[in-house]
């Protein structure tokens, strides 16, 4: 660090690529945060006269009874998250509620919205809930889809339905566009189809017509914003353009490492004609299972998919070509439903290495996108070393914590007001877990902010020893009070 700071003091690193190198030691430094808990099956709401008190090392703390399936953090400020339950809830968290992040914090939420019950005029899920997400450029709003074959658009700031849309089929995962000026959201369902609803509408709009079982992925470019794929459980990648709804612009093939342009090259200099050329094979699949992820990187460059094939494939976003990263055999991936990872803002790594952070069921995996190697391995707590088909604390979802993220995939800016970054998972046993950049004397802390993780016999001893080591060496006692 000191010769980074040397090197842009005399001008030989600049404080852009000065930025980049102190994000992507912290990116790599991410590990649990312990201290960190969220208590949303206690009845408990954040503010109200029972939040108080609370043992964060108690382990029978968790954020949804049953299992939380998903969660989602807003990208503009990074303040709200949004989590749901296999039991149909759905929790609003403010991770702002505690200032010092390095501090022991036990989370409540804002609001708690439970599974529908008509009798009593309840407007939640009536199944589990399979995915929720913000709306792409109001925060005060997010999304939730459900088996229940609904989407609902919900308002944080009354934890009430706006709009609720009949999609008439199961609902694995949905997405909006960051960049489209029109609210469309794309549904991946359990028939073969890509629902598109409008949101400025009651109802889904229309269909991408697909074959080959059900969707359990779609993701929007962050380049264009008509442009759309979709991840089926025959193995295939689609690529769409939304004004198109027979047929999509292409498929991934992963017996493809030359791209499009190429074949462009070869169909001109062989005389043939590019018309003459096919553009797709008609048998092309990107894996040899069904593909249940699916994300871009946020500058739209690649397309990164991961299959029940246990294989993560990274693609050329402009040519369609596989890029031929291998991620070796320690990739886990045997649950059939959305897998959701993260590919951090390309602008916090320098030397355009980006980062893959992978739930590995048990454990977080960071690779480096490209190379595919691994840069480090966070366990979840409990993680068996045996392995296990559907462990109970198998991560179910990731979400990233940014700011600034308007038009953007993800918040462009590490973290929020009050945090420097992080990770949040959901697992299956209702757990909700907090990963943070470690950070080398953060804000330098003070003594009156205590020690992290310490009781008060651990802190009175820890002063003692400094009084002793300042007595010892100035010749007089010193009182740290």
Same mark, same amino acid.
């Given at each position: 660090?000191?010769?980074?700071?040397?090197?842009?003091?005399?001008?030989?690193?600049?404080?852009?690529? &000065?930025?980049?190198?102190?994000?992507?030691?912290?990116?790599?430094?991410?590990?649990?945060?312990?201290?960190?808990?969220?208590?949303?099956?206690?009845?408990?709401?954040?503010?109200?006269?029972?939040?108080?008190?609370?043992?964060?090392?108690?382990?029978?703390?968790?954020?949804?009874?049953?299992?939380?399936?998903?969660?989602?953090?807003?990208?503009?400020?990074?303040?709200?998250?949004?989590?749901?339950?296999?039991?149909?809830?759905?929790?609003?968290?403010?991770?702002?509620?505690?200032?010092?992040?390095?501090?022991?914090?036990?989370?409540?939420?804002?609001?708690?919205?439970?599974?529908?019950?008509?009798?009593?005029?309840?407007?939640?899920?009536?199944?589990?809930?399979?995915?929720?997400?913000?709306?792409?450029?109001?925060?005060?709003?997010?999304?939730?889809?459900?088996?229940?074959?609904?989407?609902?658009?919900?308002?944080?700031?009354?934890?009430?339905?706006?709009?609720?849309?009949?999609?008439?089929?199961?609902?694995?995962?949905?997405?909006?566009?960051?960049?489209?000026?029109?609210?469309?959201?794309?549904?991946?369902?359990?028939?073969?189809?890509?629902?598109?609803?409008?949101?400025?509408?009651?109802?889904?709009?229309?269909?991408?017509?697909?074959?080959?079982?059900?969707?359990?992925?779609?993701?929007?470019?962050?380049?264009?914003?008509?442009?759309?794929?979709?991840?089926?459980?025959?193995?295939?990648?689609?690529?769409?353009?939304?004004?198109?709804?027979?047929?999509?612009?292409?498929?991934?093939?992963?017996?493809?490492?030359?791209?499009?342009?190429?074949? &462009?090259?070869?169909?001109?200099?062989?005389?043939?004609?590019?018309?003459?050329?096919?553009?797709?094979?008609?048998?092309?699949?990107?894996?040899?299972?069904?593909?249940?992820?699916?994300?871009?990187?946020?500058?739209?460059?690649?397309?990164?998919?991961?299959?029940?094939?246990?294989?993560?494939?990274?693609?050329?976003?402009?040519?369609?070509?596989?890029?031929?990263?291998?991620?070796?055999?320690?990739?886990?991936?045997?649950?059939?439903?959305?897998?959701?990872?993260?590919?951090?803002?390309?602008?916090?790594?320098?030397?355009?290495?980006?980062?893959? &952070?992978?739930?590995?069921?048990?454990?977080?995996?960071?690779?480096?996108?490209?190379?595919?190697?691994?840069?480090?391995?966070?366990?979840?707590?409990?993680?068996?070393?045996?392995?296990?088909?559907?462990?109970?604390?198998?991560?179910?979802?990731?979400?990233?914590?940014?700011?600034?993220?308007?038009?953007?995939?993800?918040?462009?800016?590490?973290?929020?007001?009050?945090?420097?970054?992080?990770?949040?998972?959901?697992?299956?046993?209702?757990?909700?877990?907090?990963?943070?950049?470690?950070?080398?004397?953060?804000?330098?802390?003070?003594?009156?902010?205590?020690?992290?993780?310490?009781?008060?016999?651990?802190?009175?001893?820890?002063?003692?020893?400094?009084?002793?080591?300042?007595?010892?060496?100035?010749?007089?006692?010193?009182?740290?009070?």
């Amino acid at each position: 660090m000191h010769d980074r700071l040397f090197s842009r003091e005399v001008g030989s690193l600049s404080p852009r690529d &000065f930025a980049k190198t102190v994000t992507t030691d912290l990116l790599r430094s991410f590990g649990l945060a312990q201290h960190h808990r969220f208590d949303g099956a206690s009845g408990r709401l954040f503010g109200d006269e029972n939040d108080r008190g609370g043992d964060i090392h108690d382990t029978s703390i968790l954020a949804h009874n049953g299992g939380a399936n998903s969660l989602a953090i807003e990208k503009f400020d990074g303040r709200f998250m949004v989590s749901g339950g296999s039991d149909g809830s759905i929790r609003i968290w403010d991770l702002e509620a505690f200032p010092n992040p390095h501090r022991p914090a036990l989370y409540r939420p804002v609001s708690a919205i439970s599974r529908q019950r008509p009798a009593l005029f309840m407007e939640g899920h009536i199944s589990g809930v399979t995915h929720v997400d913000f709306h792409p450029s109001k925060k005060d709003f997010f999304l939730s889809s459900s088996f229940d074959k609904s989407l609902k658009l919900w308002s944080c700031s009354t934890s009430t339905v706006t709009t609720h849309y009949d999609i008439k089929s199961k609902v694995f995962a949905h997405a909006s566009s960051p960049i489209s000026s029109s609210p469309v959201v794309a549904c991946a369902t359990q028939d073969s189809n890509v629902r598109l609803v409008d949101l400025r509408t009651n109802s889904a709009a229309r269909s991408l017509l697909a074959s080959g079982g059900a969707v359990f992925s779609v993701a929007w470019s962050p380049r264009h914003e008509r442009v759309l794929a979709s991840g089926h459980s025959d193995g295939k990648v689609r690529v769409w353009d939304i004004r198109r709804a027979l047929n999509p612009l292409g498929m991934l093939d992963m017996e493809d490492s030359l791209g499009i342009l190429h074949r &462009f090259n070869h169909a001109m200099s062989s005389g043939l004609g590019w018309s003459y050329m096919p553009k797709v094979r008609e048998a092309a699949t990107a894996h040899a299972d069904a593909v249940n992820g699916l994300t871009w990187t946020d500058d739209g460059n690649y397309i990164v998919t991961a299959g029940l094939d246990r294989r993560i494939r990274v693609w050329n976003a402009a040519t369609g070509s596989n890029t031929l990263a291998g991620f070796g055999s320690t990739v886990r991936n045997s649950v059939i439903g959305p897998l959701h990872m993260v590919v951090p803002p390309s602008n916090l790594t320098a030397g355009c290495r980006e980062l893959l &952070f992978w739930p590995n069921e048990q454990e977080i995996l960071v690779f480096d996108l490209h190379e595919g190697y691994v840069v480090s391995r966070m366990r979840v707590p409990g993680a068996s070393t045996m392995f296990e088909a559907s462990p109970k604390n198998r991560i179910t979802c990731m979400a990233w914590r940014g700011s600034g993220g308007r038009r953007r995939m993800l918040g462009p800016e590490v973290g929020g007001a009050t945090a420097p970054g992080g990770i949040y998972t959901s697992h299956a046993d209702g757990h909700i877990r907090a990963w943070l950049p470690r950070i080398d004397n953060p804000d330098e802390l003070k003594e009156e902010d205590g020690f992290i993780g310490d009781d008060e016999e651990t802190k009175k001893r820890k002063r003692k020893v400094l009084d002793d080591a300042y007595r010892s060496l100035m010749g007089k006692q010193i009182t740290f009070t």
